[in-house]
């Protein structure tokens, strides 16, 4: 399918939506390159220099007129919040427990005290999960103290904003010995 060449373009095959088809061997830079007029062939001049005189006989539009214009378009289309994430699928992205705390072996106030410092210190160093062994009560005349004490400090905590969720390690209060806590760290993201 030899064609006669369109224009200036001096290719000799073009496909059906006539654009040129190139082989190998062939010079692409020649195939683009537009011919200048002769410096003899004053009558006409080039056709940029036509494009360009019609550029500046363009009206000039005054620039705060189309700022305003662009500002009065982009108030105009509100940008849409992203959905918030449920609680539980931000915690299944914390990581296991980064640190633990066993207060074995402690009274009421005692653990009170020190689970507090523990998830404050925790959290200034940037954890994320942290577990709290409390133990089931299996030594105590009384039954189980602790995990009352701790899971109270962990509501509290939570009402603070320093912890965004807290769970017991086998889902079932009586039957886990520790807690985990899930502290706040990024502000923005967690509700």
Known sequence: MNMKSKGSYPLKKRNKHDLPVFHSDEDFLKAFEKKLPDKNDEKKPAKWLENKNEIENEPEED??????????????????????????????????????????????????????????????????TIRIIVGKGRHSDEGAVLPDVVEDVAKEMKKQGIVIGFDWENKIKSKSGALIIYLKQFERFDG
Not at 71 to 97: C, H
Not at 114 to 122: D, V
């Open 63 to 128: 620039f705060k007129t189309l700022l305003e214009e662009s500002f009065q378009k982009s108030r105009a289309k509100p940008l849409k919040k992203a959905p918030a994430v449920p609680l539980e699928k931000r915690l299944k992205r914390y990581p296991p427990p980064e640190a633990f705390l066993d207060l074995h072996g402690y009274n009421a106030i005692g653990a009170e005290v020190r689970a507090r410092s523990f998830i404050h210190s925790c959290k200034l160093q940037g954890f994320f």
